[in-house]
């Protein structure tokens, strides 16, 4: 079945920094592949969208990437800030008709000032 | 435009207790979802439904939790007989039918001692 990997649990930069996540899918049907902010206290947000048309997406300083060759997508921001502590999630969807969702386990964001 | 609501926010319980979760999701969107997310872990899904109907339910554990949205608006999930290993975020979201973009309410954080 559809999964999604996201192997790196926590990251810790200091502003300003080079931001990198990166998740893994397995799938057979051609993805809508999503990443999440999620603050304390909330829900998460969408935050990037990338499908394998137009294989990037960039939203607030973010940037997606999609790899189709080695099934895998990316996240990351040239300058990080205190305020993009946060925990990032990849997502998969599967579009069957209706819309399955799979999440990666969370990457834990601490930007130091 | 109001969100998806939630309530309660919180939900402390003893093992066997009985607990409800109530979730108005954004007008108009037809689609409905139940999620639960564990401590440092991402959103794994319940149950989704699309107006009054179950779409997907294969992961809610059918003998202690229960789902319904009878009106297609308005949902209640239901834990029958707490156990601590509920105890996690319950996260509602909702989406139009024909979408792929799903808003997430804030949560309900139940601990179950």
């Known amino acids: 079945g559809d999964s999604v990997t996201q192997k790196q649990g926590q990251v810790t930069l200091s502003e300003d920094d080079f931001l990198f996540i990166n998740c893994t899918y397995s799938t057979t049907t051609y993805p809508t592949l999503l990443w999440y902010v999620q603050y304390p206290g909330q829900g998460p947000q969408l935050l990037l969208k990338v499908t394998t048309a137009n294989n990037k997406g960039i939203s607030r300083g973010f940037e997606a990437t999609y790899d189709k060759g080695t099934t895998s997508f990316h996240l990351q921001k040239a300058s990080v800030q205190e305020s993009d502590s946060a925990v990032y999630f990849c997502a998969l969807v599967e579009d069957t008709g209706y819309q399955n969702f799979y999440f990666g386990k969370g990457t834990s964001l601490t930007v130091i000032p | 435009e109001a969100g998806v609501t939630q309530s309660p926010r919180y939900a402390v319980l003893q093992e066997g207790q009985a607990v409800s979760f109530w979730c108005d999701p954004i007008s108009g969107h037809d689609t409905l979802y139940w999620y639960q997310q564990p401590r440092d872990q991402g959103p794994q899904l319940l149950v989704y439904?699309?107006?009054?109907?179950?779409?997907?339910n294969s992961q809610l554990p059918s003998d202690r939790f229960s789902a319904v949205r009878p009106k297609g608006t308005n949902s209640t999930l239901k834990i029958q007989s707490a156990k601590q290993g509920d105890t996690a975020t319950y996260l509602c979201?909702?989406?139009?039918?024909?979408?792929?973009?799903?808003?997430f309410g804030p949560g309900t954080r139940l601990t179950v001692l």
């Open positions: 439904f699309r107006d009054e109907a179950v779409i997907d």
């Open positions: 979201a909702s989406s139009t039918g024909t979408g792929w973009e799903q808003y």
